[in-house]
T-cell receptor
């Protein structure tokens, strides 16, 4: 089946640093999404990307939909303690007549104050 | 408040027992989904439903069953046939017109001993 490779698996940074993570796939996706999950909670949608090449911001978050439609990255600028959590990318495509999401394995972000 | 509720938050069962996880949404979404999350892994799709009284198997449906008798409810039964049922279970919903934007509930952590 389709797979997403998300990297890095974990990051340990100082408060105030910028963060970058990415997802790649051998498959083409129609939409890329980025979610954040706090421990023991459900993922929360951060950014949705709909067109190849699209660059979208949401506050300190910026994400891009790769022009090949096979990759996406997420940047977080000037990290703060509440950014701690697991970030997931997800690619959406039409599979067997239904729109489905395929998720990356997640990037665990830890911030040292 | 509009949203997705899952109950209970924590569930403990003995091996060999069936258990049903609840998922309710008041977002008026047509589509609903069940995912399983294991430590260090992304979300894997168990079942999904796009309309009432219809549902489809996801990538890991073996040992699970669902029903969709009402638009707002999509309960998941973990049967005794599921070989490794201990996991974090997440329910999501989306509008069919924007099925890539899936919104998640808070999750149920199931422990089977």
């Amino acid at each position: 089946g389709q797979q997403l490779n998300q990297s890095p698996q974990s990051m340990f940074i100082q408060e105030g640093e910028d963060v970058s993570m990415n997802c790649t796939s051998s498959s083409i996706f129609n939409t890329w999404l980025w979610y954040k999950q706090d421990p023991g909670e459900g993922p929360v949608l951060l950014i949705a990307l709909y067109k190849a090449g699209e660059l979208t911001s949401n506050g300190r978050l910026t994400a891009q939909f790769g022009i090949t439609r096979k990759d996406s990255f997420l940047n977080i600028s000037a990290s703060i303690p509440s950014d701690v959590g697991i970030y997931f990318c997800a690619g959406q495509s039409l599979i067997q007549g239904a729109q489905k999401l395929v998720f990356g394995q997640g990037t665990r972000l830890t911030i040292n104050p | 408040d509009g949203g997705i509720t899952q109950s209970p938050k924590y569930l403990f069962r003995k091996e060999g027992q069936n258990v049903t996880l609840s998922c309710e949404q008041n977002l008026n979404h047509d589509a609903m989904y069940w995912y399983r999350q294991d430590p260090g892994q992304g979300l894997r799709l168990i079942y999904y439903s796009q309309i009432v009284n219809d549902f489809q198997k996801g990538d890991i449906a073996e040992g699970y069953s669902v029903s969709r008798e009402k638009k707002e409810s999509f309960p998941l039964t973990v049967t005794s046939a599921q070989k490794n049922p201990t996991a974090f279970y997440l329910c999501a919903s989306s509008a069919l017109s924007a099925s890539y934007e899936q919104y998640f509930g808070p999750g149920t952590r199931l422990t089977v001993t």
